[in-house]
């Protein structure tokens, strides 16, 4: 009986130790007893003595631990990828000048009227033209035809050299469209004028006579007076920023200049015989001047603001050479009547005023002077545009023009007109002239600009 309490509490103690939640080493085994012997209650086996192996270890009595896996924590989240976007540099402060620019304009210009020199005289009775007579008077000439404006167009574009954006350069081009002016006189229809012709002043006698055209029972006529002008030109030029205050800014230029002015001068006439030798005549005059300026130039530009308004002035002056170049050339057709049709015999290098001896070209080359000069006004529109209108003014200080060209110095007799077989090429009259005087454009301008 007393072994049976023994086992018992050996297995209650084990069964506790089990439970324990930190497993305490078990106790050695106790020795084994003498066959027979039983260890009285409440009396404890004796251990096993240290450093004796044990045969095997116990085993624990109840169900196996269960091994829970391990916590995981949850993966962060992944933000999802954002388009790459480049930055966006800020705001560099603009230079006097700004990075770019550009201007339109509408040009509406007067050009120098053409000096023309007395070409045309004529009577309301039909009695031959005689200087003096108070009968006789001026049709074409003595003062310049009559001008109307040229519209045209000026064209600018510019870019800054630096990043501080204080030097820069600026190409310009312009241009006033042809535009071409006529007087006629004849003698035909409801017309006032019965009898009219060309002055001269005869190479023989020294005398001023008229070459008449026109003229009641001899002769019919129809003359026109024609003048044409254009203007065209380009500059390139370097611009430095000299002062850039608050409400003023002052840059300098200097650079290159072409300016063109042609312009040309026409007679034609045709003139219809019922006397002496019948027929029909035809003559043609045409006198040309060219002037073809090169130079370098110097210029300053002025521009005060104040709030949204602005005045813009700009003054620059060229220097170089005009390259001058006058052509005369002249035409005469004879038509008279044949048995069984019409003879028609034509002159080249001859008309009226133009006759072989002075008919061809002249070339020369001078020196020159072209100022020229421009004033806006206008108001700003935010800050990379501008409006305006002004006036601008140039001039050419030495240049040809075609009424200047004209020699009146004329022999009746070599002139196929009158002499009905051809032109003489022995004469020295009329001569080739080269007459210099000066040229002028002004006039409105509207425009717009921008800077960007």
């Not at 990828?81 to 966006?88: N, R």
């Not at 023309?116 to 074409?140: A, E, I, K, M, Y």
């Not at 190479?203 to 001899?218: D, R, Y």
């Not at 813009?312 to 170049?325: D, P, S």
Request: aromatic share 8%.
């Amino acid at each position: 009986m007393r072994t049976v309490f023994a086992v018992v509490a050996f297995a209650f103690m084990s069964v506790a130790a089990i439970a324990q939640p930190m497993p305490v080493p078990a106790p050695p085994p106790p020795a084994p007893l003498p066959q027979g012997q039983v260890l009285p209650l409440g009396v404890e086996p004796p251990f096993l003595q240290p450093g004796k192996e044990v045969s095997q270890p116990l085993t624990p009595v109840g169900p196996a631990p269960v091994e829970l896996p391990a916590l995981v924590p949850d993966p962060a989240p992944v933000p999802e990828p954002k388009p790459e976007t480049k930055p966006v540099p800020p705001d560099r402060p603009r230079g006097p000048l700004g990075p770019n620019w550009s201007s339109y304009e509408l040009l509406y210009w007067w050009p120098m009227r053409q000096p023309v020199p007395p070409l045309v005289v004529g009577t309301r009775t039909g009695l031959p033209q005689v200087f003096g007579d108070p009968n006789t008077s001026l049709l074409v000439g003595a003062n310049a035809i009559d001008t109307e404006p040229h519209a045209g167009g000026r064209f600018t574009t510019g870019s800054a050299l630096n990043s501080s954006e204080t030097v820069g350069y600026e190409i310009t081009y312009y241009f006033l469209g042809t535009r071409t002016l006529r007087n006629r006189v004849t003698d035909l229809g409801a017309n006032r004028v019965r009898s009219f012709g060309l002055p001269y002043t005869n190479a023989v006698t020294g005398a001023n006579e008229v070459l008449t055209l026109a003229q009641p029972g001899a002769n019919s006529s129809l003359l026109s007076v024609a003048t044409s002008t254009r203007v065209q030109g380009w500059e390139v030029n370097t611009v430095a920023n000299v002062l850039d205050d608050k409400h003023l800014k002052i840059n300098a230029l200097a650079g290159w200049r072409y300016f063109q002015v042609h312009e040309g001068l026409r007679l034609e006439q045709t003139q219809l015989r019922f006397a002496d030798l019948p027929g029909m005549v035809r003559t043609a005059d045409q006198f040309d001047a060219h002037n073809r300026f090169h130079g370098g130039q110097l210029g300053l530009h002025a521009d005060a603001r104040r709030g949204a308004l602005f005045c813009e002035m700009t003054a620059k002056v060229a220097f170089g050479q005009n390259y001058e170049v006058v052509k005369n050339e002249g035409m005469t057709i004879l038509q008279s009547p044949v048995q069984g049709g019409t003879a028609t015999r034509a002159f080249g290098g001859s008309g009226i005023y133009v006759q072989p001896s002075n008919a061809g070209r002249t070339a020369n080359g001078v020196f020159a002077v072209v100022p020229e000069g421009t004033i806006k006004f206008g108001f700003r529109i935010g800050d990379a545009g501008r409006v305006y209108c002004g006036y601008s003014f140039i001039y050419l200080s030495d240049a040809v023009r075609p009424g200047d060209q004209i020699d009146r110095t004329l022999n009746p007799a070599q002139i196929p007109l009158v002499n009905g077989t051809g032109p003489v090429f022995a004469a020295d009259r009329p001569a080739r002239i080269v007459t210099r005087s000066d040229f002028w454009a002004q006039g409105l301008i509207i425009g717009l600009e921008t800077r960007y």
